[in-house]
């Protein structure tokens, strides 16, 4: 952070200081600047806030006398007796900043939503129930085409994710941001753009991630929604026109965003997909040559576009990070050939010693997202076996039986339409029972685990040079376990 104090933090957090402060040391101590933001004790240096969470399984709390060893500032949300009985009687160092306040979340997104306003440049907010991650790479490499990009880093978008990043926006100069906003509960998604405020949004498609919380796909649309609901006419939203969801909205006008405060959309709205009637299309999409390719099509523009990503879906990731890099005004032609050198967190794709190949998609699922994998596994032309590994995917509430089951279906029908899609699916888990069910009447060849190293142990004595795998579930699968075994 630049030009903040712990005065300022004091202000900014509407907090009051606990603690034995003496008189003549207060005012040194309300002057000293405070140059970083950490939620991990780990991480504590000189002149860095440490924001305590209470989480789960752990009160930050309890490293309170341990962090102040380090620095003179700290947001917490106890009272000194709770914070000295949680350590284990550790007694707290005196002249120290222990900011009290009612809530360290709230505390932390209000620094954040105070280092925002002193950034003057675009930022491009993106959210999504799936692909949102990987269009907020996409977008932040090709907009590297021309300017220097802020960006979020890693898994950071969440309710202190973001705020952490945003922190941070300052710290270097910059032309644009690129945050990625995730949401997992009605009204986080206003709790994001208050920090954020983006210029430019985009909403990647709406699938039944986080339902348990959210209830419906209608709910989840208009959580996310709520991306741009802030913006005036100004601003642009971007939605994927091939989403069932999605696809109906048009224009601001329409009555389907309208909020339950009875609010609607401002901003312009700007469709991107494979339909007719999108803004910005992907047409003549093929693989061919080792890359996924397609043409950009917007007004009179025809781009060739060349992927190392699979999937349709991931055409649609890089198509509006074109749109976006267009709107912006860079060059388009240099943008395409950027992609070339697009590599990503996610989707990896790994050939072993054995000449097999992994693609390693375990980052996390849903329905949506495991669908997407199993097509880019049917799309895939191999001299072996193509073998699914498929594991149980969380956060789909009382339905996650019925999701289960929709995407053994999806992969039945699949099959039963091209026998060349799939050789054999391997489950792992309770709740991926339902997915092999489905597809128990077809000749794919079933094989059902309930944990990673038996799976992995069988992987290793059947792989063999051609094969084509690739594994997804949720993260609480730990699927990883099973990659690093087998490549």
Same mark, same amino acid.
């Given at each position: ?195 954020? $405020? ?30 741009? /609901? ?37 901003? $312009? ?53 074109? /749109? ?9 032609? $240099? ?153």
């Amino acid at each position: 952070m630049r030009n903040v104090n712990i005065r300022d933090i004091l202000k900014i957090t509407n907090g009051y200081l606990q603690g034995d402060i003496s008189d003549e040391f207060r005012e040194e101590l309300l002057s000293e600047p405070v140059y970083d933001v950490v939620t991990d004790s780990r991480e504590v240096k000189s002149n860095t806030l440490f924001i305590t969470i209470v989480g789960e399984n752990v009160d930050a709390h309890k490293f309170i006398p341990d962090v102040a060893e380090k620095t003179d500032v700290m947001l917490v949300e106890k009272s000194e007796e709770e914070i000295i009985a949680l350590s284990y009687g550790k007694i707290l160092p005196k002249n120290k900043a222990y900011i009290r306040v009612d809530s360290t979340i709230d505390a932390l997104q209000s620094i954040a939503a105070y280092v925002r306003k002193s950034y003057d440049k675009k930022i491009v907010g993106v959210t999504g129930s799936v692909g949102k991650t990987t269009t907020r790479e996409m977008i932040t490499h090709t907009l590297e085409s021309e300017l220097s990009v802020f960006h979020t880093k890693g898994n950071m978008n969440s309710q202190i994710g973001v705020p952490l990043t945003v922190s941070h926006i300052l710290d270097e100069t910059s032309d644009c941001a690129v945050l990625e906003m995730g949401i997992s509960e009605s009204g986080g998604m206003d709790k994001l753009v208050n920090i954020v $405020k983006p210029d430019i949004a985009v909403c990647t498609m709406i699938g039944v991630a986080h339902i348990e919380f959210l209830k419906s796909r209608e709910g989840i649309m208009k959580e996310k929604l709520r991306i741009a /609901a802030s913006m005036d006419e100004d601003g642009a939203l971007f939605i994927n026109a091939d989403d069932d969801l999605l696809s109906g909205i048009h224009s601001n006008n329409d009555t389907s965003v309208l909020f339950d405060d009875g609010s609607k959309l401002r901003c $312009k709205i700007f469709r991107y997909g494979t339909t007719p009637d999108a803004d910005y299309r992907a047409e003549d999409i093929r693989f061919e040559n080792g890359y996924n390719t397609y043409t950009y099509v917007h007004g009179d523009q025809r781009i060739q576009v060349n992927l190392h990503q699979l999937g349709k879906h991931n055409v649609l990731n890089s198509l509006v990070s074109m /749109a976006i890099a267009d709107y912006m005004g860079l060059d388009l032609m $240099k943008a395409a050939s950027h992609f070339e050198s697009f590599v990503g967190m996610r989707q990896k794709i790994l050939v072993s010693e054995k000449d097999y190949t992994i693609i390693d998609d375990t980052y996390n699922a849903s329905p949506d997202s495991m669908k997407a994998a199993i097509n880019v596994l049917g799309d895939i032309n191999s001299s072996g076996r193509k073998i699914a590994v498929l594991g149980d995917m969380f956060e789909l509430g009382p339905d996650s039986d019925r999701y289960h089951q929709e995407v053994g279906q999806y992969l039945r029908d699949k099959y039963n339409n091209d026998s060349s899609y799939l050789d054999e699916l391997i489950c792992i888990g309770e709740s991926s029972l339902k997915i092999s069910e489905e597809v128990k009447d077809t000749r794919i060849k079933i094989s059902n685990f309930s944990d990673n190293k038996s799976a992995a142990d069988y992987l290793n004595n059947i792989l063999s040079p051609g094969d084509v795998i690739i594994l997804k579930a949720s993260n609480g699968m730990h699927f990883s376990e099973i990659v690093n075994s087998i490549k």
